[in-house]
Nanobody, 119 residues
Framework: QVQLVESGGGSVQAGDSLRVSCAVSTGGYSMGWFRQAPGKEREFVAYISLNSRRIEYRDSVKGRFTISRDNAKNMVDLQMNNLKPEDTAVYYC???????????????WGQGTQVTVSS
């Protein structure tokens, strides 16, 4: 059973920064971050391949968010800068093969961590 535990969510003001982290019990997977705002469908945020050679972001976070991973520690981080109110959502960490921008390409999910950005 692969377990994912997110941490680092919180409430911030617009323009602030926040880092969310995900600890994975088992390595060897591509990793992704998704988010879901109230009343909306879950959406892709960022993806990083196992060897970190392939990284993708949704357009609205490009230049503001950075995904990174430490395979030795089985950790993946999402650094979020210049946060906007529209970034408010529950952020979910996902692990899977092959991974990518589609949530169906992940087999394992965390419970989520709330990020709230006020104007």
């Amino acid at each position: 059973q692969v377990q994912l535990v997110e941490s680092g969510g919180g409430s911030v003001q617009a323009g602030d920064s926040l880092r969310v982290s995900c600890a994975v019990s088992t390595g060897g997977y591509s990793m992704g971050w998704f988010r879901q705002a109230p009343g909306k469908e879950r959406e892709f945020v960022a993806y990083i391949s196992l060897n970190s050679r392939r990284i993708e972001y949704r357009d609205s976070v490009k230049g503001r968010f950075t995904i990174s991973r430490d395979n030795a520690k089985n950790m993946v981080d999402l650094q979020m800068n210049n946060l906007k109110p529209e970034d408010t959502a529950v952020y979910y960490c996902a692990a899977g093969s092959p991974g990518g921008t589609n949530s169906r390409l992940y087999q394992h999910w965390g419970q989520g961590t709330q990020v709230t950005v006020s104007s």
